[in-house]
């Protein structure tokens, strides 16, 4: 169904979410989206960021809530730039 560097980059997102301190939390039924949630809360909105890694677009989506309470988002379509966001974001804090 999916080719092999489709896959490899959806093992990428994997590592790469788990590295960013982003945990598995549910799998669709149809095993298209992957969604993560981070381990620990965002002290300025007390909520964790979720990430759904969208088998189907081979991209990924982070979510979270920002200073103002609206919920923003950020697709990656590479893993690279996924991974300078993360490096971007103190530990501590995801909402700006």
Known sequence: MYSEKAMERLQEFQVAAREGGFVEIEECEDGTVL?????????????????????????????????????????????????EWIALIPATSIAK
């Open 35 to 83: 969604w993560f949630r981070k381990a620990t809360a965002d002290p300025a909105s007390e909520t964790h960021p979720r990430m759904c890694l969208d088998s189907l677009t081979n991209s990924l989506t982070v979510y979270w809530m920002n200073t103002e309470g609206k919920i923003d988002s950020k697709t990656f379509r590479g893993v690279a730039k996924l991974q």
